[in-house]
């Protein structure tokens, strides 16, 4: 176990002593021990850097199933690192933040703690772990962790929604890539996803390939919130503020986007060009799709949840077009400029979306509500929430000079050299991507403006407030402050991230290029990107001005169409639905039961009986047919038709012992003396049993009209016919000699008996006699406890 | 490869136990200690045999030492000596569990006998070498199964007990037909040797095939796949916890077993029937099993239809027959086991306290009973087999076996549905565990819950174990599934050739 491990682990350690910190020390908030870790680790990465930088990926392992080849092999590598800088580095602020959040006095600390270390141990571990098991178990760890974190305040009905909602999809997700790892191991015989890296012409000719390919992006896809998957985070935002800023923002929605990175250099080689349409093509609309319905969100929270998902999309669009570079061989530059961009938007949104989250919670914590249509006029009253949220806000609109333009600047680049790509039919339909991408961003950029301005701007509608409104105190603000600085110094001196942390990372995701220099530039003289900027702008503007006048076309979209209800309805409905499904045949009587039974019973066996041509007569060990048998024959038939038709019990019990007489008497026929006596016995005693009983029980037992049922008859002769068919067909197939020679050998000696039935019962096979008359004595205590204890209905436990 | 007078005793001390018991019915504390401590022996005995298994081979008892295939031998291989060590710490648990809930009336008319009995019945099936045996130690099994299912002679078990009790009657009748049939072909009852003589043929005759769906559908009954289950749900419901914790957590296992031993050993030549009929039975099985479990509000039947959900991927596995799918099905096997225990003892627990098993009724028990709620959402998850815990290896390595034989549909079924069983068990953690503190139960003070809670935090920690060590587990699987695969050792352990 390395000093990288014992970092990975180290939440999870944490987490166990977390409790007894908050019960023993309940007077300082839980929060500042638990603030020291992510602090420390957010060091210990730091320290990686220069070794990133120059190539050097840092590789520990640890076996934890070797025979089922899995070891937790912890890498460091540009991408890895980026992530893990980012889970440290954002879970710092965010737990500082919400020490100043949750109050110590009201709130279960312990458990908000508990599960942030365990994402934040869980989303380290996703990050670096090179065997894919591994990363899968850390995986849905991140989504349980999620899961509890969501319905942290669980007496509240739409926290459990919310919760059960994320749960499922995303867990649906991690099934799905359960299953392209499956596959993928299947392929190549391994879990480390450096040797697929270095197995890639295996993996992209093996007819597995698409679906394994499916399955991985499913997981993706629905832990990033891509359309159609995406209906789980704006019902996540029920969370705790710092629990969305920090999982539903910046980091374990990331998740998706960092497997499509680390899958890339597998993927992206795919000849048909799956890979590059489908990461960018769901990436791209979905950005659309989340800046469109962003718009009609009257929850601040709301906003920034489809905002997200939004921006997960504009960075899942850049990796998917990104990919498409690897056809161009050395040409490549053109287009890893997308990749580029991804990496560069992923810091950035961190760090605007982190801040603007977190300002809405302190919004909602200093006024009581998050509502666009009851807030307004904050500007004065919190300036410097209001400074923060400007930064914030425009950077994500895209305007200069903040990260976010620079950001955007790129992904415009790359969408427009899409067109310039000539595979895939890219040349065709590909136009679509800048065309997209522009009517995304000008969607954003109103959304941006709402945020801000129905908050700050305007007038204080204090009688709506459930608060008087106050600025927030500074701790709360010490972390959206570093957080909207580094939006301010990222966008005047991109350059110090570019060579330390987005050229590892890029090379990680292109490991095939050699990625020579990377220079972020402000200005890029008059090109189309700049004036899709100034179109954003001017057309942001118009719009936002206009808003009362288009946003009816909201009202286009009906309710019951969105995907939201379709989950609403198909929850429940799968219940009711299993539930009839189940009632139809499950009626509790055991006479449908058995009828299912046999009639299950009948088709198999004589199915199996016709397609093998397993019947079988032999007639030529069979003695004649003598008159007694015949007699026999008819008197057991006479019986059974009498139990059957007779309407007094008396009767049927008389024909029962006839029957069981008439069998007796076979065996006497057949020499078997023994068995006769005993069959005979047997019989008389039941006979009278059954007739003592009599006593007890009611005196019309017909008065239950019994109908003639024909398929009933048809089952009962249908038993009875594969049963005979088959066993005239086991008796006319001896293959081989019974071991009953032995026996008759060794009766006298070495067992000394002189009945060889007794020696077989009593020691050939004793051990058999032993347990009958355990089976027995078992009887004998259930029919004692029968009519001794008769408990009254109680609860059962 | 000696003669191990080991081997007879998981089944013995069982045997001698309940004797002892029958003869102081009246005396419940020394009856409870009498079952607690012969239980913990069992465990102990079970794990030494497991060693020696591991260490040494297969072992056997040659009973009254006459020589196989003519007398009965006991076997074990490892996956049987691994089912006996899971058997009698289930055992174990439930008898702790008894003692806190099962109440005087029970324990003064034979519980804890009959309750040694049902453990004598599912060791011996899991030893037995011998086809016949196996059916006897069914009957040991079934009769215990049938008095705790009847014992408290309340309404709802009186009429549970007389469905459960024809259903088991006619497939034993079919039981002792199908052994009929199969020794009039192959003349012997040792499975090695009935193994050995299969093996002899150059030609599999037609009716060998029909006796294996025979076989199937018997031991089906017991296990209750598809379409042979109906009986299932109502009868576990009706019992008290601790007894539907047994019959839930073992029968049906046996039936299982029972199938994997016949399936691997000697009915293996027509695979291209036999198996792929078993592998459609077991995805519809998994599928009607997932349908039952999300249909309910009822937490007893959220769990009880989930036994029917594991038996069909376990069969899956069966039915794939390769190395990887048979080493999933023994890992899925062994992990079912102990978690379905675990949660039945759980969802007691939760009835006892809360009076009711509608989940519609009660919300909130995560304020007053944390340890229970964390205990049961791991066990939860287990089930659902999120890793680390002990259901993923076991889940994982069926759906690959399934996946390297082609099987592409059945295991993405297998896999897909795994995300109802976690809907199903997380359905009790949102709905009843968490909720507002606003409801008070009028028994909930009046029950041991402490000491209730022991036995399921036992079971559970295992299954924990049994996840986190999955290394060290498998090399016994390993085994177990070489034998499965390998019916040569098999022959060889018992006939000694």
Redesign the interface.
Known sequence: MSVLHIAILSPFLFAIIVPYIYKRLRQIHTGWFVLLLPIILFIYFLQFLPQVKEGEGIVQSV??????NVDFTAKIDGLGLLFALLITGIGSLVVLYSIYYLSKDQEQLNAFYVYLLLFLGAMLGVVLSDNL?VL??FW?FTS?SSFFLI?YW??RERS?YG??KS??IT??GG??L??GI??L??MTGTFSIQEMVANTSTIINHPLFL?AMIFILLGAFSKSAQFPFYIWLPDAMEAPTPVSAYLHSATMVKAGIYLVARMTPIFAYDANGYWVWLVGGVGIFTLFWGSFNAIKQTDLKGILAYSTVSQLGLIMSLLGVGAGAVHFGNDNQLFIVATIAAVFHLINHATFKGSLFMVAGIIDHETGTRDIRRLGGLMTIMPVSFTIAFIGTFSMAGIPPFNGFLSKEMFFTGMLRVVKMDIFRFDSIGFLFPVIAWIGSVFTFVYSMILLWKTFGGQVQREKLPKTPHEAPFGMLISPVILASLVVIFGFFPNILSDRIIAPAVETIMPMFAIDEIHISHWHGFQPELYMTIGVIIIGILLYLTLGKWTRIYQLFPNKLTLNQLYDVLLPS??TG??M??RT??T?Y?R???A??FT??IA??SF??W??????FESTNLADIGLYEVLLFLAVIIGTVTILASKSRLTSIIALGAVGYAVSLFFVLFRAPDLALTQLVIETISVALFLLCFYFLPRNFHLEKTRFKLTNALISVGVGLV?TL??I???S???????SQ??VD?TYDPAGGENMVNVILV??????TL??I??L???G??V???I??????R??? | MEMNNLVVLPIFVP?LT?VIL?FISKKINIQRWISVGASLVTVMIAGLLVHHVSTDGIQTLD??S?PA????TLVSDMLSSLLVLTTSIIGFAVILYSIY?I?E??E???YY??VQ?LI?GVN?AFTTGDI??LF??F??ML??S??LL???????QLRET??YL??NV?SSSLFV?AV???????????MA?ISQ?IGL?EEI???????A??FL?VFG?KGAIF??Y??L??SYYA???PVMTLLGALLTKVGIYSIARTYSLFFYH?QS?THD?LLVLAVVTVLIGV??S???WDIKKIIIYNIITAIGVILYGISVATTTSMTGSVYYLIHDMIIKAALFLLI??I??IT?TSNLKKFH?L?NDYPVLAWVYFIAA?SLAG???FSG??GK??V??GG??RGE?IG??II??T??LV??SV??IF??GF????DQDYP?QHS?SYNKLLIPAILLTVIAVLYGFG??FV??YV?QAVDTLMNPEIYIEAVLKE
């Open positions: 076996s934890w199933i070797p025979s089922l098991i899968y178990t849905e349980f319905g669980h007496h459990r919760a059960q749960m499922l867990v649906f099934l799905s359960l299953g499956i596959l191991y299947i679906p799968l219940e299993s539930n499904f189940i045949h499950m509790g055991i449908t039961y058995l299912y039974i299950f019973f198999i066996l199996t009986m397609s093998k041509h397993a019947f079988h049963v088959i066993a067909s086991s008796y197939t001896k293959l081989f000699p019974s071991i032995y026996y060794h020691d050939f096979r004793g051990f058999d347990f009958e355990s089976v004595a078992i009887a205590l259930g004692y406890g029968l001794k204890l008769r408990l009254a209905r609860k059962e436990g | 045997l309940a029958m009973i009254g006459w295939p003519f007398g009965i809930s109440g009336g029970r003064k008319h034979f006998p009959i009995f004598v011996g016949f045996n006897v130690f009957e040991v009769m215990a049938y008095v009847v014992l408290g002679g309340t309404k709802i007389i469905k024809t259903v006619i037909i009929a049939y199969l020794y009039s072909i192959v003349g012997t009852l040792n040797h003589r043929l005759p037609g009716i060998l095939t029909v006796i769906i025979l559908i009954l379409p042979l109906f009986w749900p109502g019992p008290p916890v027509d029937y009929l349908v039952g999300i249909a309910y007691g627990i009835v006892n009076g909130g995560i998850i999120i890793p680390p993923f290896v994982w390595l759906i690959q996946m390297e592409l295991s993405v896999l897909l795994s995300l976690l809907y997380m359905k949102i709905y968490w909720g507002g503190k028994d029950i999955s290394e498998y090399s390993a």
